[in-house]
RNA sequence: GGCUCGGUAGCAAAGUGGCUAUGCACCUGAUUGCAAAUCAGAGUACGUCGGUUCGACUCCGGCCCGAGCCUCCA
């Protein structure tokens, strides 16, 4: 029985959905003005992982996964114009990007991906409605703005008093607002911005408000998961409850989840300090299952730090298990053993993924101590490590390739596959006439190169540092 | 100021009122021409001060330290 940590109530539920048939969930994604990083990766990997648990339990066909793109915004519109581009080819730009990255760790396409600009018809309906039920009202400078106090629970979520967020505010004070805390649907377009039209003039959405209406038009008013990271839970989700409980009059979402922050050096990864990685520029040190690792090797809700002796750490791990997989035909067998059964227990514990990790390495250890004498037991082993790797998006390259794979540095440096035969057979040559001394000469330049050879019964292996 | 969440061995990271977490690193043994890998084994923990209990790393309270939210942020 999966349970999960819904942040609306702080406490561990058993997920039960609204229909077994249809599992829904949503997933804020990104804005797109700029290169994806560690903080965006660990939402991308943490939901992707919970979407291939729902799968595994509902099945694929019964669950339906949104994961929106935020196309305008104000910093879309001053990227585009800082770089003398139109707003649809900077925000087409990155999203191609963050497809190539997401696609890079192993991370499956939601079923959908709505994006803003292609959903104005609902936004624009959705403010109306809530105009017209009295929770919105146009202010003078053409702004339409969300009445906070019309709705009766603001600050559950995020478990704050109107008062109290008044109090330490520090929110700019608007005139055009009624209360400091209300917060803009709709923004008059100033001149030269891209703007629509609507019935309170031209302009464009507030943040907001495109997750009420996209979730609502791809999933229904009322839906299983919403999730993030813990930085959206206020005010973004907040305001998204209020926009569309009050909108719809239905209860909108079960469970929230939020994954915990990147932190580097102990403080959060983000833009405005500066201290983020791309994950395109970690991808020049590390492969993307390492940095998929990395992420998984600690729980979605706990801070994460990043440093490259982590990243180094994750390596070597993976590096086991992958050692485990090597040389062995995974063939299925009737598999229901107690690390299979602890496996699904840690994951149905709100998708502990360290321990379920766990348990592959209690499974590649048991591969290892059977491989030479017992190789159907081995094998139906080895297919037990890749099924249940399998739902944590890991192992699932072949284990040669991935041990033997080599992070191409800037200078093209670095021994080929062929080199490296070459070197080997040369050196197999050298232990046939038991020249020990010139066989270590070649393993040592080998090692120089950052290719290591091990030499078993099944004959020399080699793989990359 | 208000509100959250943490402090576990060298580094990471789970977990439980009494029973080996796990990974990386390190040490010993087996194996190997020597290595590497692998297997077997050892060691090193539960911020601090009190309380509850037959027994607490695990429950309760104080204190210290750290992170986050209350403004855009995954």
Redesign the pocket.
């Known amino acids: 029985m999966l349970k999960i940590h819904n942040n609306l109530t ?1 406490q561990l539920e058993s997920f039960q959905p609204i229909d077994k048939k249809n599992v829904r969930m949503y997933v ?4 797109v003005y ?1 290169f994806c ?4 990766a ?2 991308l990997v943490v939901f992707d992982v919970v979407y291939r648990y729902l799968c595994a339990i509902y099945g694929k066909e019964h669950v339906s996964y949104v994961r929106n793109v ?1 196309d305008i ?3 879309i519109i001053a990227r585009a114009n800082q770089n003398g581009e139109k707003i649809e080819q900077l925000t087409n730009r990155f999203i191609k990007a963050m497809h190539e990255d997401a696609d890079a760790m192993g991370v499956l396409r939601p079923n959908e991906e709505p994006r803003a600009t292609m959903h104005m018809q609902q936004i624009l309906d959705m403010i109306r409605t809530l105009v017209e039920k009295g929770y919105a009202y146009a202010a003078k400078n053409g702004d339409v703005y969300y009445d906070v106090s019309k709705f009766v629970g603001y600050g559950r979520l ?4 109107l008062d ?9 004070v608007d005139e055009a607002k009624e209360d ?2 209300d ?1 803009v649907l709709w923004k008059a377009a100033k001149p030269g911005e891209p703007s629509w039209e609507s019935p309170w003039g031209a302009g464009r959405p507030g ?2 408000i495109e997750c009420s209406a996209m979730s609502t038009h791809c999933l229904g008013t009322h839906f299983d998961i919403h999730g ?9 989700h907040e305001n998204e409850i209020a926009q569309s409980c009050a909108a719809t009059g239905d209860d909108f979402v079960n469970v929230w989840m ?6 580097v050096d ?8 500066g201290n ?1 990685f791309t994950i395109r520029e970690v991808l020049k040190k590390y492969a993307p299952e390492v940095i998929r690792y990395f992420i998984l ?9 990043y ?1 490259d ?2 990243l ?3 390596k ?2 993976l ?2 298990l992958y ?2 997989l ?1 040389g062995i035909i995974p063939s299925k067998a009737a598999a229901d053993s107690a690390t299979r059964t602890a496996f699904m227990a ?1 994951m149905d ?2 998708f ?1 993924t ?2 379920a ?2 348990q ?3 499974i ?6 059977c ?1 030479t004498t017992d190789t159907i037991k081995a094998a139906a082993l080895a297919s037990e490590l890749l099924e249940l790797g399998g739902m944590l998006g890991l192992l699932q390259q072949d284990a040669e390739s991935f041990l033997q794979a080599g992070v191409v540095d800037d200078n093209g440096a670095g021994l080929s596959n062929q080199a490296i035969d070459t070197l080997i057979q040369q ?1 197999l040559q ?2 046939a006439n ?1 020249d ?2 010139g ?2 000469r070649i ?1 040592d330049q080998l090692k120089a190169a950052g290719v ?5 019964p099944q004959g ?1 292996t080699w ?1 990359r540092q």
């Open positions: 702080r804020c994604g990104m804005t700029d990083h560690i903080g965006h660990r939402v935020t915004d104000d910093k995020s478990g704050k008093q109290d967020l008044r109090a330490g505010s520090r929110v700019e400091p805390l917060f943040w907001h993030g990271g813990l930085d959206l839970q206020f005010p973004h939020h994954n915990g922050f990147v932190r102990n403080e959060k990864m983000s833009k405005s300090l983020f090797s600690s729980h979605y809700r706990s801070p994460l730090n440093s002796q982590h180094d750490n994750a070597s791990a590096t086991t050692t485990a090597r840690a514990d709100d502990n360290p321990l990790i766990a592959l390495f209690e590649a250890r048991e591969v290892n101590r491989r050196r050298a232990r038991k020990w001394a066989s270590d393993r290591v050879i091990e030499d078993g020399t793989r």
